[in-house]
């Protein structure tokens, strides 16, 4: 836990807006998270408050590390898309801890464990994020093959998520943004810019 709290004290040294603690994608926390990986006996592994120990016990320890009003969020595979794997259910109830620990926001995306059959398509991890909207107070960022301005806004517009995670798109086309912004009509007076934030996993 402390390799991750003292990660998030540099990060606030370096002037970052927040940090996100990478749960997701079979990342170390996933690791822990998911029956399919943790086969552990002791305190760590077995039931299912015993699996959540480790993401609870980083957040605090993140939170503890940081001012009390520098964002903290997290980033969360809502599903393992495998039978006995971790599901939609598990993440929303880690989310509820989070919550209740004062992290501030979740980005949910889903897989990464193990090789799984996903129906990929435009959008497809999206009604995670909605479910985690409508049933949390927490400010969710939703992804998913999102890759141009009018499905980003789509999304808004639909409440399944209060902002969009862009990635590959940005990878592939590093004027997103602005393109993103003629595309929707938006006049830009100034240069753009985005929050920096830090990830640690």
């Known amino acids: 836990m402390q390799a991750f709290a003292s990660a998030a004290a540099r990060a606030v040294l370096a002037g970052v807006d927040g940090v996100m603690i990478h749960a997701a994608h079979g990342y170390l926390i996933h690791e822990f998270l998911s029956p399919l990986s943790n086969q552990r006996t002791d305190a760590y592994g077995g039931s299912f408050d015993k699996r959540l120990r480790f993401a609870v016990e980083v957040m605090a320890a993140v939170k503890q590390a940081v ?6 969020g997290i980033r969360v595979s809502a599903t393992d898309w495998l039978d006995g794997g971790w599901q939609l259910q ?8 989070a919550e209740a620990l004062g992290l501030s926001f979740a980005d949910i995306s889903t897989g990464g464990l193990l090789p799984c059959p996903i129906k990929v398509a435009p959008g497809y991890q999206l009604p995670f994020a909605a479910q985690a909207k409508q049933q949390l107070g927490l400010k969710i960022l939703g992804v998913g093959l999102i890759t141009n301005a009018f499905q980003a806004e789509t999304a808004l517009q639909l409440e399944a998520c209060d902002f969009v995670d862009i990635g590959r798109a940005v990878l592939s086309d590093p004027l997103f943004g602005w393109h993103a912004a003629r595309d929707l009509g938006v006049e830009l007076n100034q240069v753009p810019f985005s929050k920096s934030f830090a990830c640690t996993r």
């Open 67 to 72: 001012p009390a009003d520098f964002p903290v």
């Open 90 to 97: 598990d993440t929303l109830e880690l989310l509820r801890r």
